[in-house]
Structures are given as C-alpha cells and as structure tokens.
C-alpha cells in the first residue's frame, strides 16, 4: 500500500505542548488512520545523534531530528524567520542581516535532511512536503537518488523575492519537485511571474513544473465536537463577563503580520459608544512565538504596554499564554463577533474555525481582513482592511448592529464554503493531483514517471 510521506519543519508530536500553530494542527488532523510517517524537526536544540528517533503515536509513525545550536539560529531564526517569513508577509528583510551566513545554513540543513530522509524511504512511498522551510528539500532528495513523486505545498504567501542569484537557485530548487501548491491563485500567480524571469535550457522555469491551487480546510464536524466538551465552568474561567455582553474574540500568534496593534485600538475607540456596565468585552489570545527575535519581544512589550496604560474600562482581556486547540473551539463557539484581521496570511485557519463552531441557529459574525488567504473563500465574511482602523471600527459597528435575519444567511453561505472544501479534501486533492502529474493513481501505486521504475 502506497504510504505518505509527509515532511514539515514544525512536527506534532503528541502529547506536545498546546498551539504548534496551524502547518502542524492541520497536518496532525488529516493525517489521522491514513498510513503515514511524518519527519522533521524535532524541537530540540542538540548537538547529538544525527539518526532519527522513531515514535508511533496514534496511528502515525514519527520520524524526527534536532537543529544543532548553530542551525537552530542561522537557518529557522535566521533564513526561515528573519527572510523568507518578512517577504512572504509584505516586509523587507533587515538590510544589516548576515543573511550570507543564513542561507548557507538553510541549503545546509535541507541537505542534511534530504540524507537523513532518504534511507527510512520505500518504493511506493508518496512525498508531501510542507512549507518555506523547506524549499529545496526535494532537490537534494533527487540528489540523493530518490525517484518517489514528491510535491510541496506552501502554507504562507508566495514570498517577494528579489531578482538575485539566490532566487534563482530557490526558484531552480522548486522545479525539482512534481507538483507545487499554493493556497490561492494570488500566490500561485506570485510563483508564475517569479518564475519567468528564469530559464534553464530555453524553458522558462515558472513553465516547467505542474502547479495548483489547494486551500487548506477545516473538518468542520471534529471542531464542533471539540467545542461542544467546554463546560459552563470552563467557559466562565475565560469570559468574566455575562452572557448578556457582546463577547469578540481574538486568536492570534505574536507576529507583525497578524496586525494587532490597530485591532486593539479600533476596539478602544468603538468603547466610547458604549455606556459603562453595557461594553462589549474582548479576549484576545496572543501565543508566544519565536521570542528570540528582537522584533517579536519588542512587539509582545509593546502590547502588552497598551494592554496596561490604555483605557480600556476593563472590557478587554490580552492572555499572552498558548491555549490548548480543543479549548479554544469552545471559547470561538460563545462568541458573538470573530476578529481576525491579519495584514497578510497565507490562510488563517482561526477564520475557519470560528465559522465552524458557531450555533447555526444564532450565528455570530466574522470580521476577516483581504489580506488573509481565507478571505477567498469567506466572501461572507464582514471584510476590512487591516491596516484602516476607521475600517475596523465601522466593521465592528455594523457587527454589532447586524439582524439575525443577515448573521443565519451570511453564516450558512460561510459555512457551505467550508463543507465544500473540508480538511480531508484538501489532502486528497492534492495527492491526487500529485499522482496524475506522476502517471500513477492511488489505486495503481506503481511509479514509473520519467524513468522512475517503481515494481
Ligand atoms: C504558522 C504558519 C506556518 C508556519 C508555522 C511555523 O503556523 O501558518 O506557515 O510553518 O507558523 O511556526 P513555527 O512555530 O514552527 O515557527
């Protein structure tokens, strides 16, 4: 039986701590009774073994591996996070970076990979590999002798490369793999024009390797399972306030991108609508994230600072703590108003989730900027521009003031997008797709693209 090799930096491996962020919650949720091995990252900073550990855990085998001390900083810090994170989300790279050094280390830790990947593969084995930190990951596979068909999908927007040798070199990196997907046809689009600026023996490269659109879904039954086990006990740890108040809420990791700052303030100025005992209350999660960067500590300072100094007359609540995934379904379902509102974002499954878990009978509303990849899909949704905080305060205004009649209808077109594209779709389009492009089907597992003899 053909097995899925599914390879992502960030692994889920249970019991993990809460909130590994969405690549590896959708991952751990479409993976569940299919047979596959997941391999990356371990988590750990280690000079130790370069073998993988094995685990097996819920029906999933594990293979994962450390970052040395030095790759750890150069290549997930400093590559993935300091470069290619900032240019996939609208921002240029610090100028001063050693980004040289950097990307050594990401070329070198993708090598690496590729051989330690290589030995635990099998014939039939289908390769699915996840996200920017692994871009030429399927090139040094190849280098390695590995004939499987292999596709990456890109759960971030395509970056804003320049035209450099670097680029280069990615974009010659991306045409070793049989399939690249993206989440909308705006990053598809970015990949295309990229692309062609290239060429290698006359083709242009953006023409060479098969692509496609793969937005990434929710499994809309599990979550309202997940959020129907919350007690009244629970909830009322998490809203201080009655059910009678206008509850928002907010999941977001600490990140530039999620644009938090003009939420918040937005929030505050609409306060002043309000008489005092009748304020909508706020929570808003912000999960810690990559708190060695500078950047992410100034930002996790600079809110928690207005948390403390603005007037907010107590409405809002900031927990700068992760919560665990099943919880907050069951805090998403009591709300009345979703905001998430980030500046950029490949998808943003936190838009899905909400839409997934509210009461169908009465709906709250969801406010979702244009700048997430969701927003495609969720043309229901009450779309802002996350930048325009007079946009953010009408959005909340009309929210608040929005008929039952406009919450059910709005809320069952969201939801019909949301069952039309569910979380086990996604994967089999996907390798579906991946098995046409390499002249083979999931019920003839027998791969012979381009010579690959497979018996
Ligand atoms: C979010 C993004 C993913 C990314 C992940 C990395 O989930 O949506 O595209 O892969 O963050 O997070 P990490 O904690 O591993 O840096």
Redesign the pocket.
């Known amino acids: 039986m053909t097995r899925l090799v599914v390879v992502?930096?960030?692994v889920d491996l249970p019991p993990g701590d809460a909130a590994?962020?969405?690549?590896?919650i959708s991952l751990a949720a479409t993976l569940g009774n299919t047979h596959s091995l997941w391999f990356g990252w371990s988590g750990n900073v280690d000079s130790g073994s370069d073998t993988p550990r094995r685990h097996q855990r819920n029906g999933i085998d594990y293979a994962i591996v450390d970052l040395s001390r030095e790759d750890y900083r150069d290549y997930?810090l400093g590559f993935c996070?300091q470069v290619l994170w900032p240019l996939s989300h609208g921002r240029r790279p610090d100028p001063h970076a050693d980004s040289d050094t950097w990307y050594r280390a990401y070329r070198r830790v993708n090598a690496r990979m590729a051989k330690q990947l290589q030995p635990l593969l099998r014939r039939d084995d289908v390769l699915w590999i996840?996200?920017?930190?692994l871009l030429p990951l399927g090139h040094f596979l190849r280098q390695a002798g590995c004939l499987n068909p292999i596709g990456l999908f890109l759960?971030?927007p395509f970056p804003e490369l320049p035209d450099d040798s670097v680029t280069r070199e990615l974009i010659e990196d991306l045409s070793a793999y049989d399939l690249l997907g993206f989440q909308t046809a705006r990053d598809l689009s970015a990949f295309e024009v990229t692309a062609r600026r290239y060429s290698s023996d006359g083709v242009l490269l953006g023409d060479g390797v098969a692509t496609g659109v793969f937005p990434v879904g929710v499994d809309v039954d599990s979550l309202r399972r997940a959020a129907s086990a919350m007690t009244d006990e629970a909830a009322a740890r998490w809203w201080s306030a009655g059910r009678s108040t206008v509850r928002i809420v907010g999941a977001d990791?600490l990140d530039d991108s999620k644009a938090l700052p003009q939420r918040l303030r937005a929030y505050r100025e609409w306060l002043i609508d309000f008489p005092s005992g009748n304020r909508p209350s706020y929570l808003q999660f912000v999960t810690p994230?990559?708190l060695e960067l500078a950047a992410h500590r100034q930002l996790q300072e600079s809110l928690h600072n207005e948390v403390v100094t603005s007037n907010y007359f107590d409405a809002l609540r900031c927990v700068f703590t992760a919560v665990p995934h099943t919880e907050l379904m069951g805090i998403l379902a009591q709300a009345d108003i979703g905001l998430v509102t980030p500046r950029y974002d490949?998808m943003n499954l936190l838009a899905k989730e909400f839409v997934a878990v509210q009461p169908e009978e009465n709906p709250g509303v969801l406010v979702l900027s244009h700048g997430a990849g969701a927003a495609v899909e969720l043309e229901a949704a009450v779309l802002v521009q996350a930048d325009d905080e007079g946009d953010l305060l009408e959005a909340l205004r009309r929210a608040i003031n929005m008929p039952l009649s406009e919450r059910r209808a709005r809320h069952q077109k969201l939801l019909g997008a949301l069952r039309r594209n569910e979380l086990p779709r996604w994967r089999e389009r996907f390798i579906d797709r991946l098995l046409e492009v390499c002249g083979a089907t999931e019920r003839a597992p027998v791969l012979n693209r381009r010579g690959r003899h497979q018996s």
Do not use: E, K, M, T
């Not at 590994?20 to 590896?24: F, R």
């Not at 996840?130 to 930190?133: C, E, K």
């Open positions: 992502s930096n960030r590994p962020g969405g690549l590896a997930y996070n996840h996200d920017y930190h759960h971030v990791r994230s990559r490949g």
